[in-house]
Nanobody, 125 residues
Framework: HVQLVESGGESVQAGGSLRLSCAVS????????MAWFRQAPGKGREAVAR????????TYANSVKGRFTASRDNAKNTLDLQMNNLKPEDTAMYYC???????????????????WGQGTQVTVS
């Protein structure tokens, strides 16, 4: 049974920082692509950061480059997203997701991810 559980979302002022975490269980976490997505009200789900199996290849959305840093700890089965210099437009529900069909060239498409967490809300004002 694959399970992803996000935490760390909260309300913060513009310019502040947050660190989101995703705890993963139920499969060999270290062998597959992982990603952070976000969805703002009335908008589609956007891939914020996606990481290859060894995190060597991490790709960020242009809107967060230089502000967000994704990391994964394969020993602890966790995925983190450090978010700095937050802006009101970063307000969204943030999800972690797993693609059990890829190790490399991780997809930016929501439809390619097999498992999702329940999401954690980030509000920037």
């Amino acid at each position: 049974h694959v399970q992803l559980v996000e935490s760390g979302g909260e309300s913060v002022q513009a310019g502040g920082s947050l660190r989101l975490s995703c705890a993963v269980s139920g499969y060999i976490y270290s062998e597959y692509c992982m990603a952070w997505f976000r969805q703002a009200p009335g908008k589609g789900r956007e891939a914020v950061a996606r990481m290859s199996t060894d995190a060597y290849a991490t790709t960020y959305a242009n809107s967060v480059k230089g502000r967000f840093t994704a990391s994964r700890d394969n020993a602890k089965n966790t995925l983190d997203l450090q978010m700095n210099n937050l802006k009101p437009e970063d307000t969204a529900m943030y999800y972690c997701a797993a693609d059990l069909s890829r190790k490399w060239h991780c997809s930016p498409l929501q439809s390619d991810y097999d498992f999702w967490g329940q999401g954690t809300q980030v509000t920037v004002s």
